[in-house]
């Protein structure tokens, strides 16, 4: 699965989530740190670059 696709599903998932409940705020961050990875790299292998 594309890292892409995996920000797509939470991103869905979110909002069956009330405002407030702290599972939305975790789906959200997680969201902010997978769109900074290149979206079309496939999860499973993903190794990041190093410095």
């Keep these: ?3 892409g696709e995996i ?3 939470l991103i869905s998932v979110k909002d069956d989530y009330p405002f407030g409940d ?3 705020e975790a789906v959200e961050q ?3 740190l997978l769109d900074r990875l290149p979206s079309q790299e496939e999860a499973a292998g ?6």
């Design 1 to 3: 699965m594309k890292i």
């Design 22 to 24: 702290i599972r939305k």
């Design 7 to 9: 920000v797509e599903w």
């Design 46 to 51: 993903y190794e990041p670059i190093k410095n």
């Design 30 to 32: 997680a969201c902010v």
